[in-house]
């Protein structure tokens, strides 16, 4: 391997691993988000240029972390005012050790940073995807298309709430309880689609940075607020998916739903947690949407380790679920848990009614439930033009290669007979 290569390699490394933890940090000094996000941006690009020629640091964190100090040291002198100079020497004090620092020791503001995105003083329509490129490295045309918004409009959006966190003074901290409220859910919702964005990748050895690191977000938030009942739920919802992370691939890569997934390969060490976290939730007072959503997947989980026929179960847990958030996706899922009880038929105009949603057009878990519902019901046609849909909007080749395999076993078609 070229120098080039192992210094890209491990630049892409430090990226996965302390991008948001590093951002954090620099900006937890300046209450400058976008200068601290240029500087670290700057430290890379002087990553690839240096490593290469020089080898790969000892450790790269504390490189980049010192470069990027430097980079707002040099930008805080530009400026010149009083403020900007008492900023320039506490990056000074700060930046002289960083380089010394190994990743344990350098501070970790993650969690601060988080409710300063979610703070009154942003608009709450913006927090959850400022949190999602903040700390988790999420792209502005990411977010834009899971928010089913204009890239340019979110990029806009974007900048302004960055601004508005400096001009504002926005402090990093945990918010008092009685703040909480108004902030926590932001954040648990950007939690939340970082760990979905890596568990929608079914393939084989598809765990990732963001599905971990959402994983020990949620820790550190129910550690650090052991009274809130929605954390433990997330952390729940979470354990319970993440323990059947190496039963969802097939030998061969494919993707193998949960009712034909080896229990064996589930990790219990995690579900007993995930029920143990439930429990402690449920003795508090209120209840939100992650702990339904955790209770369903422990539904799921009681029915296929102990052979249950609990849908009723599910489908009463999933009317709770619409009561507190009425989404298309959540209606998707109900609807399916119908179906189980009802058939196929039952559900199917329903089904079809939903799609008109626009925010359904391009969702492919949608096609794919419609498609299969289509087949159960001998709808083959319709079945297998939905299953095509959901083929075509497939990203993830685990996923593909099974939805390749349902259609080639409809009635009718060629590899079938």
């Given amino acids: ?18 991008y948001g ?25 002087a990553a690839l240029r240096q490593w290469s020629a020089q080898g790969v640091p000892r450790n790269p964190e504390g490189w980049l972390l010192a470069v990027a100090r430097r980079r707002l040291i040099d930008s805080s002198r530009r400026r010149g005012t009083n403020e900007r100079f008492q900023e320039h020497l506490k990056l000074i004090s700060e930046e002289l050790d960083a380089e010394r620092q190994t990743s344990r ?6 969690v601060a940073l988080m409710f300063a995105c979610a703070h009154p003083d942003i608009e709450s329509a913006i927090r959850t995807p400022l949190i999602l490129q903040v700390i ?6 990411a977010i834009a298309a899971a928010f089913l918004v204009p890239p340019a ?8 709430a960055k601004a508005r966190i400096k001009q504002s003074g926005i402090p990093f901290a945990i918010p008092e309880r009685a703040d909480l409220p108004d902030r926590l859910d932001a954040v648990l919702q950007a ?15 598809s765990a990732g940075r963001l599905s971990e690191e959402a994983i020990w977000l949620g820790q550190v938030m129910a550690e650090l607020i052991p009274d809130e009942p929605e954390v433990k739920g997330l ?3 979470m354990l319970f998916l993440d323990a059947r992370r190496n039963a969802r691939s097939a030998p061969d890569g494919s993707y193998v739903p949960l009712d034909d997934q080896d229990t064996a390969l589930w990790n219990l060490s995690q ?73 196929a038929k039952a559900v199917l105009d329903e089904i079809q009614e939903i799609g008109a949603d626009p925010r359904l057009v391009d969702y492919q878990p949608y096609w794919a439930a419609r498609g299969t519902l289509l087949a159960e019901a001998g709808r083959n046609l319709e079945a297998r033009e939905a299953l095509t849909a959901a083929l075509g909007l497939a990203t993830d080749e685990a996923a593909r290669a099974f939805l390749q395999r349902r259609i080639a076993r409809l009635p009718g078609t060629p590899e079938s007979t």
């Fill in 191 to 205: 939690v939340y689609a970082a760990y979905s964005r890596d568990w929608a990748e079914a393939g084989e050895g």
């Fill in 235 to 237: 952390l729940a919802l």
């Fill in 105 to 110: 020791e350098i501070p970790d503001r993650r």
């Fill in 153 to 160: 409009t979110m990029g806009q959006r974007l900048v302004r």
């Fill in 1 to 18: 391997m070229s120098s080039l290569d192992q210094s890209r390699r491990a630049a892409d490394r430090a990226a996965r691993e302390s």
């Fill in 21 to 45: 933890r590093l951002v954090a940090l620099l900006s937890s000094i300046t209450r400058d988000v976008a200068s601290a996000e240029d500087a670290l941006a700057e430290a890379f690009a």
């Fill in 136 to 141: 988790l490295g999420f792209t502005a045309e």
């Fill in 271 to 343: 579900i007993r947690q995930a029920e143990a976290l439930m429990k402690d939730a449920n003795r508090m007072e209120g209840s939100g949407r992650f702990q339904i959503e955790a209770a369903i997947q422990s539904a799921h989980v009681a029915r296929r380790l102990h052979r249950l026929d609990n849908w009723s179960d599910i489908v009463a847990l999933y009317d709770v679920l619409f009561a507190l958030a009425p989404t298309p996706v959540v209606a998707l899922n109900r609807l399916v848990a119908r179906a189980r009880i009802y058939g």
